[in-house]
């Protein structure tokens, strides 16, 4: 396990810049709909905070739960998971659920 800080607006409303979350690395237990932390296989030192869609050419393919960000796998392609995040733990702490995607 580990933490990581949410910074920017990407995955607003379901997290916020600043919010603290509890990560359970790996990724072989991630299913779409999941919040996750991964990388980018072509910005390997960055690490991002997404929601994992389907699996992806021996990745995953994630997305911004906003609508108005698309610095996600829509700009950079597959990503690669490092850990599934648990819970939100500060500044309110939360359980984060699977979310169901609907077809536009």
Do not use: Q
Request: hydrophobic fraction near 40%; charge should be positive.
């Amino acid at each position: 396990m580990f933490t990581a800080l949410v910074v920017g607006p990407s995955m607003v409303p379901t997290l916020r810049p600043g919010d603290a979350l509890l990560v359970r690395r790996g990724g072989r237990a991630v299913r779409a709909g999941d919040v996750v932390v991964a990388k980018f296989r072509n910005r390997p030192g960055r690490l991002v905070v997404k929601r994992a869609i389907h699996p992806y050419e021996g990745g995953w393919w994630i997305e911004s739960d906003s609508p108005a960000v698309t610095d996600d796998s829509r700009a950079y392609g597959p990503a690669d998971v490092v850990g599934r995040v648990v819970c939100r733990w500060w500044p309110r702490p939360a359980l984060l659920s699977r979310r169901r995607r609907v077809a536009p």
